[in-house]
């Protein structure tokens, strides 16, 4: 494959690419001619198979005087080549996407593809080349400039992104690179994105008639959520509509009957500030040792970097959460958690 460089006019359309090639035998052997832009007015022009510079004799750029002006940084393919992985949380430009660093499970080397998709800043979303050290470097299909809404990258690897497909899902005339907060969202979503987290631990209510947040001591099914365990928060790494069912067991140890105890499901960016409408469930203990169970299910959608907790409040502070006694089960368990994806 051979290149030739040269300049076009910027407020142009490239409508059509025609070529005159001197030697017959070339003409008829063609194969085809692609072109990617390497800068603000330039293309690069590929031919296969190869051409020596001196069997070009004239490759013509035709325009058209219309309203769709096209600049060279919007003649980009709509399909991107392949990234190897993609983010799932914010990271520090800067330094988080050196090599050696991790994303998604998978250490990054020198030259790798990667699509950041989850900036605060999303002006700084893109598909971007790992350096060494420092920063990595927007990859030449993808630069300042560019119009890219509705274009389309596969990601290669990754414990949540493996084997799936994102688009840029700004509105167009939306979505420069670099100029205006950009917005991945997958065309396939990854498979089984949920979570499953219970306690065998006992939760006192700290002090009456206050929500806190259940913690959990095992979480043995994660796929696109985190949790750190002993926080019980947990945070989303893709956006979607989700399902929750949980389940926990009330119980008051000693004192006056009867004592309620309620469960919420909180949504939000820092932990604990907004009540998820529908997810609120209540009992009442009858009887001191005898535990009384509380469930909900519902759903509610959920942004990826939004934090999700369970929390837990009762009337007086022998009120908690435990383990049921008269269970014939090997695990018993005071509360638990199931999140999954449904679009």
């Known amino acids: 494959m051979s290149t030739s460089s040269f300049t076009v006019l910027s407020t142009f359309s490239v409508t059509e690419l025609t070529k005159d090639i001197s030697k017959s035998n070339i003409t008829s052997t063609l194969q085809g001619i692609a072109f990617q832009p ?32 096209r600049t060279p940084r919007e003649i980009i393919s709509q399909y991107k080549y392949v990234v190897k992985v993609a983010t799932t949380t914010n990271g520090t430009l800067a330094t988080a996407y050196a090599s050696g660093q991790t994303i998604d499970g998978v250490v990054l080397a020198t030259g790798d593809r990667i699509l950041i998709k989850n900036q605060t800043n999303a002006i700084e979303n893109g598909i971007y080349m790992v350096n060494n050290s420092g920063a990595p470097t927007r990859t030449t299909d993808l630069q300042p400039g560019y119009k890219v ?17 994102w688009t840029c899902s700004n509105i167009i005339g939306t979505a420069i690179v670099a100029v205006n907060p950009i917005t991945f ?17 006992t939760q006192n209510a700290a002090v009456a008639n206050t929500f806190q947040l259940v913690t959990y001591t095992t979480a043995p099914q994660l796929n696109g959520w985190s949790l750190a365990l ?10 979607g509509l989700y399902i929750f069912t949980y389940q926990a067991a009330l119980n008051t140890t000693t004192g006056a009957e009867p004592q309620t105890g309620s469960m919420t499901v909180n949504l939000s960016t820092t932990p604990a500030t907004a009540e998820i409408p529908g997810s609120q469930s209540s009992t009442q203990t009858a009887t001191n040792n005898v535990a009384r ?32 006694t008269a269970s014939q089960g090997v695990t018993k368990v005071s509360v638990s958690i199931t999140i999954v994806r449904i679009s």
């Open 38 to 69: 390497t800068g603000a007015n330039n293309l690069t022009v590929y031919f296969t198979p190869a051409i020596s510079a001196g069997d070009l004799t004239t490759l013509t750029l035709l325009v058209a005087n219309n309203s769709s002006y």
């Open 149 to 165: 809404a509705g274009i389309v990258v596969n990601v290669n690897q990754g414990t949540i992104n493996a084997i799936t497909i």
């Open 185 to 201: 969202d997958t065309l396939s979503p990854s498979v089984g994105n949920y979570a499953f987290a219970y306690s065998t631990a």
């Open 230 to 239: 002993g926080t019980g928060i947990f945070t989303c790494n893709q956006t």
């Open 293 to 324: 169970v509380m469930t909900q299910n519902f759903l509610a959608n959920v942004t990826s970097g939004q934090n999700v907790t369970l929390q837990f409040a009762a009337t007086n502070t022998v009120t908690q959460l435990t383990p049921s």
